[in-house]
């Protein structure tokens, strides 16, 4: 069974039996948000985050989902830890997707200071990265863009 557990700051929450926990800001009581959320199922209509470094969009609605995994570190310790993928929709009509947990706490440090994305409160992102400690690796980052 689903269940809404929380509407703030124009972001819903829903947590489902598994507990994997969905994120969204676009308001599902359009139809047309509902026909945009169900193309983004096929990824013939979706682009990658990091293929799209340096590119500005401006952001009307966000679809997180958190999931969380067990993992092992190298003692053998057994720890839990949270994955997420976030879609963000353009204003163009554009759908974009990432997995990188570093680009959903950027966003979500931005969302959390500014307030979600929606169509009548859109937010600028650029797509950026960071280089790593580890040689050669890089970090996709959420940056505000102010107008």
């Avoid at 969905?22 to 985050?49: G, M, P, R, T, W």
């Avoid at 003692?75 to 929709?89: Q, S």
């Amino acid at each position: 069974m689903n269940a809404l557990v929380k509407q703030e700051n124009n972001l819903n929450e829903v947590v489902k039996e598994d507990n994997k926990k969905i994120f969204f800001s676009l308001d599902l009581s359009k139809e047309e948000n509902i026909d945009k959320l169900l193309a983004s199922q096929d990824s013939a209509n979706v682009l990658y985050v990091k293929d799209n470094v340096g590119l500005t969009i401006n952001c009307i609605g966000v679809y997180i989902t958190r999931r969380e995994i067990e993992d092992q570190n190298e003692e053998g310790e057994v720890y839990t830890r949270r994955k997420h993928a976030t879609l963000l929709f353009a204003d163009d009509g554009s759908i974009y997707v990432t997995g990188s947990n570093s680009f959903y706490s950027s966003l979500d440090f931005i969302c959390s200071l500014k307030g979600y994305p929606t169509e009548e409160h859109p937010v600028k992102i650029k797509f950026s990265e960071t280089d790593a400690a580890e040689k050669g690796h890089k970090y996709l980052k959420a940056v505000i863009v102010k107008d």
